[in-house]
């Protein structure tokens, strides 16, 4: 009874905001959210996955401004108390439906995104990723698939014949008026880019990519990354989508970094590649805004995020520190320095002569 009462006011939320309070108390209660996630055989989990796409979908449009009232964020503030309670009691069940709670909050919600990218498997230890030379590729767990409980494809799905389309490119890279169109594909008749068919496209490259991959010898692994058809397409994207565009799919890529897993690894090096591939320091700019916004938010911070900046501005492959956009104001230029040397946990500052003098990110 209880289900059927939430659920009806989940859909009734936008015309009786007051209600909110109370369905959110209701949802959260100890009485009901642990009973719910505990049922035998996870029973539970896709009701409580529906009631948090209800709350996040009600607060969209109010996270989505630029200023909240007094009430929006108190209730905002409970949302995010109850994602520390799952995070800290059923990380698993925030593992699984990731996808499907990044496709609901606002690019803006940083934080709340990385409480949701942060949880990774009770029975999992995660590597410390300030380990000095830390072999990522080498880890035993970084070769295994994450589970993935959303529909990762629907948006695909519904978008007409772009799945079909889309699956006959990866297979043979043909046909290259596919990549030219794909660009115009990914927007609404309103002109503005469709987040969920933006995150659906590449979690399903992805995951096509690296199974490609797995069934490659590891001695052509780096070379089956770069020259394949998945990279076509996100080199495609990289290189020919608007500003805010790009900036929504280099968000759904860092979406996918997270707990070690063979997704976190594969992302992580696309990110890279798309780095140093970059024609012009727009790109790279970009890429970098999307890693620093959601390191300098407070903590959690996605293992695979943290993995993910500290290579950038250690390889002197990528040059970090000598992109113009590191020192383009003195305001920037000492956040990067505050960033870089709160990743190495020491006093060193980085400087343009020494690239890569500092890694990975605390608060």
Known sequence: EILRVTGVQTCALPICPGFVFAWLELMSHRMFMPVLLLAKGQKGWPLMQRLLVGLFKFLHPYLSAAELSPPVRMLYRGALRVLLVLLHDFPEFLCDYHFAFCDVIPPSCIQMRNLILSAFPRNMRLPDPFTPNLKVDLLPEISQP??????????????????????????????????????????????NCRVPLINALVLHVGTNAIAALQSQPASQAAAGLAHSAPMDVFLQLAGELSAEGRYLFLNAIA??????????????????????????????EQITRVLVERLIVHRPHPWGLLITFIELIKNPRYNFWSKGFTRCA??????????????????????????????????
């Open 146 to 191: 994450p589970r993935i409980l959303s529909s990762c494809s629907a948006a695909l799905s519904a978008n007409g014949t772009l799945l079909a389309e889309l699956d006959a490119f990866l297979k043979s890279r043909q046909p290259r008026s596919f990549l030219d169109e794909l660009r115009l594909r990914l927007l609404g008749a309103d002109g």
């Open 255 to 284: 979406n996918q970094l997270r707990y070690p897993n063979n997704h976190t690894h594969y992302f992580s090096c696309v990110l890279l590649y798309l780095f140093s591939e970059a024609g012009c320091e727009r790109v790279q």
């Open 330 to 363: 003195p305001e920037i230029e000492r956040l990067f320095e505050s960033v870089a040397r709160s990743c190495m946990a020491t006093n060193t500052t980085p400087s343009a002569s020494t690239p890569g003098a500092v890694i990975g990110l605390t608060e």
